[in-house]
């Protein structure tokens, strides 16, 4: 909940690489080195390049992108049980495809169960849309894809993807020529490879810009994204750039990212964040120190993925983020193996950006540096559909736009409107279920896709919170909230919704009720990122055996809101998250 204010490889020119910058003599650093290990890590330029496991040892013996001629070849002539088992749940990924979960299997049995036995015959499918940006064309496109082959499913992430499901094999040729004819696509959306490189929603035209991330985007997608050798990751590499005061892109929680900052002698250009996600064990990134200019960013870029290539830990998948390798090295470490191993320059010092002054998400009317105005809106927690999404390529045009933005946090944002076009683009956004004026509650929940479709699951999301947001709408409306609270809901431990860093995170597990278990979620409370009502990151707190039944939200959520009313300190301004931080536990129940 937040306070209202007023295709990849294929998109963008090889930019040219900028000369180097010139040597600048730093003080000595004292490097950490990580402890010793009794086994090796599988780190290739450490440990040699032999496979330590069997997901190793088949992406050596045939990369994932290969497999997109067996899909076009083979398996759309052969159907379903034509698919080798590595591909279906191995190299698929690498083209943005999942098998999703069969329905009817509780979440009781979704860590008993073999993946052949938890899976349906259909896929989720992931559009890789990089830096948010689409044009009316693409999202006509989707839409159309989602009717004709996805029974109408469509999901805005947190990722600023779309995810549509249903999705049969014998189908998927037909999407990738649809998707691939107006420029989109969904190479390497999924998979251990460079993900999609989130951008800021409002680049190139919000009047409180930095600096227009995009040309930077532009030519890390058009350099890497499916370049065979960053095609074998150790596990997913998630990147954020923008160039917006806000720090709209969750940057905190990305491998490596770029935040827009002005460096006293050198101009605008980019601070650097490497080392940061969630899931299980959750960190977030830290900075490096460093400037980097414009024309260096995908050169730095490359040379922090290629570390993680070249150093990141392959034996234990749940060791191989690069986050584990960051933790051990420390950011001088980092620093200085790349600047002198793949850079081979160095960095300028630079300064942190400031902390942000308005809200990320960009819901609401606002100006843009042109005069025209761009309008965000929310839908419940991500859920949309083909017709919505049919529907509202339509409206835009019909309000003389042909461009619009996905963000990461689950919204869309309508560029190039004329001031005397906002109400009824309003309006109709309305009609569609995308609210330019929501609810704190509406605005501020986001929800991963949950069991309905998610084999990893063990509890539904996207129909508990929205239930709980129509009703929390009402509880929650005679509220004078100081500040937003943000609740997000999570299937699993994994975190696809950013659990940790909300004013509220439900983790989705079994809880038992009087001896029976039900579907629930333990709860953390007082994270967040960076914003304009916190000078930094922070994780939030897990409160001991404290759990929510599935249908159970809106009471917790309307309990904990007005116990914080009641005893937050008004004179200093204290928010949400500061009080759940220093509450006594049993204040939280």
Not at 267 to 293: H, I, K, M, N, Q
Request: some cysteine; hydrophobic content about 40%.
């Amino acid at each position: 909940m937040t306070i209202e204010t007023t295709d990849a490889a294929t998109r963008g020119p090889r930019a040219e690489r900028a000369e180097r910058p010139a040597r600048v003599e730093r003080p000595a650093r004292d490097i950490r080195t990580p402890r010793p290990s009794a086994k090796p890590n599988g780190q290739w330029k450490v440990d040699g390049t032999a496979p330590l496991n069997a997901n190793e040892e088949w992406k050596q013996a045939d990369g994932g992108l290969a497999v997109r001629e067996r899909i076009e070849r083979v398996y759309a002539e052969g159907g379903f049980a034509s698919i080798d088992p590595t591909d279906l749940h191995g190299r698929f990924r690498w083209w943005g495809l999942y098998t999703q979960r069969k329905p009817g299997i509780d979440g009781g049995r979704t860590a008993t169960l073999e993946p052949h036995e938890l899976e349906d015959e259909y896929f989720m499918l992931r559009v890789r849309i990089d830096g948010g940006q689409l044009t009316t064309e693409q999202l006509r496109v989707i839409g159309g894809i989602s009717t004709e082959f996805g029974r109408d499913t469509a999901d805005l992430t947190d990722r600023q993807n779309v995810q549509l499901h249903w999705i049969r094999v014998e189908d998927v040729p037909e999407i990738w020529r649809r998707l691939e004819a107006v420029g989109l696509g969904t190479t390497e959306a999924c998979g251990d490879v460079p993900r999609v490189v989130l951008g800021s929603p409002v680049a190139g035209i919000a009047a409180d810009e930095l600096i227009d991330p995009t040309p930077q985007i532009d030519e890390i997608t058009s350099r890497f994204i499916g370049d065979e050798s960053l095609a074998n990751l150790p596990r997913k590499f998630k990147s954020a750039l923008t160039g917006h005061p806000s720090q709209d892109v969750v940057h905190e929680i990305n491998d490596v990212a770029f935040v827009a900052v002005e460096h006293p002698s050198l101009g605008v250009g980019y601070d650097l964040w490497v080392g940061g996600g969630l899931s299980t064990a959750p960190r977030l990134a830290e900075r490096l120190g460093v400037f980097v200019a414009p024309p260096l960013v995908a050169d730095v870029w490359h040379g922090v993925a290629q570390i993680f290539r070249d150093y990141g830990y392959r034996r234990l998948r749940n060791k191989a983020r690069l986050k584990f390798l960051l933790a051990d090295w420390g950011v001088e470490k980092f620093r200085q193996v790349l600047e002198t191993e793949y850079l081979g320059a160095p960095l300028p010092d630079g300064p942190a950006a400031p902390t942000p002054a308005t809200t990320g998400d960009h819901v609401g009317v606002h100006r843009q540096k042109d005069g025209r105005f761009y309008v965000g809106a929310t839908p419940i927690v991500g859920r949309v559909s083909g017709p919505t999404l049919t529907k509202l390529a339509d409206l835009v045009e019909a309000h003389g736009s042909t461009r619009l933005r996905t963000t990461p946090h689950q919204k869309v944002v309508v560029l190039d409107i004329p001031e005397d076009r906002v109400e009824s683009l309003i309006a109709g956004l309305d009609e569609l279920g995308l609210q330019a004026r929501p609810s704190l509650i509406r605005r501020g929940t986001i929800a991963c896709t949950g069991i309905e479709f998610c084999k990893l699951a063990i509890v539904e999301t996207k129909a508990f919170a929205t239930a709980a947001v129509l009703d929390l709408e009402e509880r929650l409306d005679a509220f004078d909230l100081p500040h937003p609270i943000a609740l997000h809901v999570n299937g699993c431990p994994n975190s696809c919704a950013r659990i940790q860093t909300a004013d509220i995170g439900l983790k989705g597990q079994l809880v038992t009720i009087d001896g029976e278990q039900v579907p629930g979620y333990q709860v953390h409370l007082g994270g967040g990122l960076a914003s304009q009502d916190r000078d930094e990151a922070g994780l939030g707190r897990t409160v001991r055996g404290l759990k929510v039944t599935a249908d159970g939200i809106a009471d917790y959520v309307e309990r904990v809101v007005t116990t914080f009313l009641e005893q937050r300190d008004a004179a200093a301004d204290e928010t949400f998250a500061e009080w759940a931080h220093r509450a006594d536990e049993e204040a939280l129940r």
